[in-house]
T-cell receptor
Framework: GAGVSQTPSNKVTEKGKYVELRCDPI?????LYWYRQSLGQGPEFLIYFQGTGAADDSGLPNDRFFAVRPEGSVSTLKIQRTERGDSAVYLC????????????FGDGTRLSIL | QKEVEQNSGPLSVPEGAIASLNCTYSDRGSQSFFWYRQYSGKSPELIMS????GDKEDGRFTAQLNKASQYVSLLIRDSQPSDSATYLCAVNMNYGGATNKLIFGTGTLLAVQP
C-alpha cells in the first residue's frame, strides 16, 4: 500500500538552473495534482491531470513552469530558469478520479533556489 | 475576499478539551470539503471529508457543514498533545467537472497544552 512518492525530497540549486521534480501516484489513481506551499500558507494549486492530459493548468504561475504525465502514471514538474521566488515545497497529490474524491499528498519536494 | 478563510490562530486548548476549528468559503457552488492535518515540516494528511449538510463523525473528529452559511467546521473531542498541528480547510472547486482543484485556507495552528 504505497502512498504518493515524490523525488527528490530536497533540491538545492542556483538561480537560473533547470529542475525536474518527480511524482509517482498511488496505484490505480487516475487523477494527479501539483501544488506549491510557501511558509505559513496553505498549498496553492498548480496543475491537474486526468490520465495523460492536463485538465487544468490555470495555477501554473508563468511559462517557466511545465508538467507532463506521458503514460498516465508518473508525472514530472519542470521549472526552467529558476528564480529565488520559486523556493517552496512542491506537493503532489493523487485521487481515484475526479468528482470530489479525496486527494492524498506525498511528502513533497523542498526546493531551494540560491 | 479570500476563497477559503480560516483564523490562523494559534488556538490553544487544554488537554482533554474540545477544539473547534472554523472555515468559511466564498463559492456557493462548492460541493466537497476536506480537513487536512499538517505537522510542522510534513505534508498534509487527510483526516475528514464532508459533502452534505450536517455532521459527520469519525472517532474523536466531527466535521460540520452548513452550505447556506458557507461554513464548515471541525471539532476535536478529548484533545491530545499529539493533535497539535496546523489544520487546513480545503474546498473542491469542481466548476461543473472542468477541474478538481482544491483551494486551501491558510490553516489554523492548534496547540494542545498538557
Amino acid at each position: 500500500g504505497a502512498g504518493v512518492s515524490q523525488t527528490p525530497s530536497n533540491k538545492v540549486t542556483e538561480k537560473g538552473k533547470y529542475v525536474e521534480l518527480r511524482c509517482d501516484p498511488i496505484s490505480g489513481h487516475t487523477a494527479l495534482y501539483w501544488y506549491r506551499q510557501s511558509l505559513g500558507q496553505g498549498p496553492e494549486f498548480l496543475i491537474y491531470f486526468q490520465g495523460t492530459g492536463a485538465a487544468d493548468d490555470s495555477g501554473l504561475p508563468n511559462d517557466r513552469f511545465f508538467a507532463v504525465r506521458p503514460e498516465g502514471s508518473v508525472s514530472t514538474l519542470k521549472i526552467q530558469r529558476t528564480e529565488r521566488g520559486d523556493s517552496a515545497v512542491y506537493l503532489c497529490a493523487s485521487s481515484r478520479r475526479q468528482g470530489y474524491q479525496p486527494q492524498h499528498f506525498g511528502d513533497g519536494t523542498r526546493l531551494s533556489i540560491l | 475576499q479570500k476563497e477559503v478563510e480560516q483564523n490562523s490562530g494559534p488556538l490553544s486548548v487544554p488537554e482533554g478539551a474540545i477544539a473547534s476549528l472554523n472555515c468559511t468559503y466564498s463559492d456557493r457552488g462548492s460541493q466537497s470539503f476536506f480537513w487536512y492535518r499538517q505537522y510542522s515540516g510534513k505534508s498534509p494528511e487527510l483526516i475528514m471529508s464532508i459533502y452534505s449538510n450536517g455532521d459527520k463523525e469519525d472517532g474523536r473528529f466531527t466535521a460540520q457543514l452548513n452550505k447556506a452559511s458557507q461554513y464548515v467546521s471541525l471539532l476535536i473531542r478529548d484533545s491530545q498533545p499529539s493533535d497539535s498541528a496546523t489544520y487546513l480547510c480545503a474546498v473542491n472547486m469542481n466548476y461543473g467537472g472542468a477541474t478538481n482543484k482544491l483551494i486551501f485556507g491558510t490553516g489554523t495552528l492548534l496547540a494542545v497544552q498538557p
